[in-house]
């Protein structure tokens, strides 16, 4: 990693697994990771459509990969053509966001990325850094 990272103990390996302090304090937990192919199931077709296609089914995606009770955060889509990839975290926190009778917060951030080579604690700490939790977290109750 270079430079100072601004999410304290990012990646660091817990009894819950990869680990990470936010900003603001709040530690959060990877529960499940997926990566796939961003053109699943697309064999041909104009780019342009297949993109808009892609971006527009984020959601259901998210939905049907992860159930439960989560917030969703998806990232703009870079310009240009389409990253190969769709990275989805699964993030947990032990403190709920507003009610305090449940049992943790969550959240299923995505993005689309060309990057398969640097290393998965570093790609998630990269990309929590600006995360609302607050604003965009879900509570949950076990």
């Given at each position: 990693?270079?430079?100072?990272?601004?999410?304290?103990?990012?990646?660091?390996?817990?009894?819950?697994?990869?680990e990470y302090r936010l900003p603001g304090g709040r530690t959060v937990?990877?529960?499940?990771?997926?990566?796939?192919?961003?053109?699943?199931?697309?064999?041909a077709g104009r780019e342009e459509r297949i993109?808009?296609?892609?971006?527009?089914?984020?959601p259901k995606l998210l939905r049907a990969q992860f159930w439960g009770n989560y917030g969703l955060v998806i990232k703009?889509?870079?310009e240009g053509p389409l990253p190969a990839y769709v990275l989805m975290p699964a993030l947990a926190s032990d403190q709920p966001v507003s009610d305090p009778s449940a049992d943790r917060s969550r959240i299923v951030l995505c993005w689309l990325?060309?990057?398969v080579e640097t290393p998965l604690p570093q790609l998630i700490e990269?990309?929590?850094?600006?995360?609302?939790?607050?604003?965009?977290a879900v509570d949950s109750w076990s």
């Open positions: 990693m270079r430079g100072e990272s601004t999410v304290a103990h990012a990646g660091r390996r817990s009894a819950h697994g990869l937990q990877v529960e499940e990771f997926c990566f796939r192919v961003s053109t699943l199931g697309f064999l993109r808009e296609k892609i971006v527009e089914e984020i703009p889509v870079p990325s060309n990057d990269q990309e929590i850094r600006d995360v609302q939790w607050e604003r965009c």
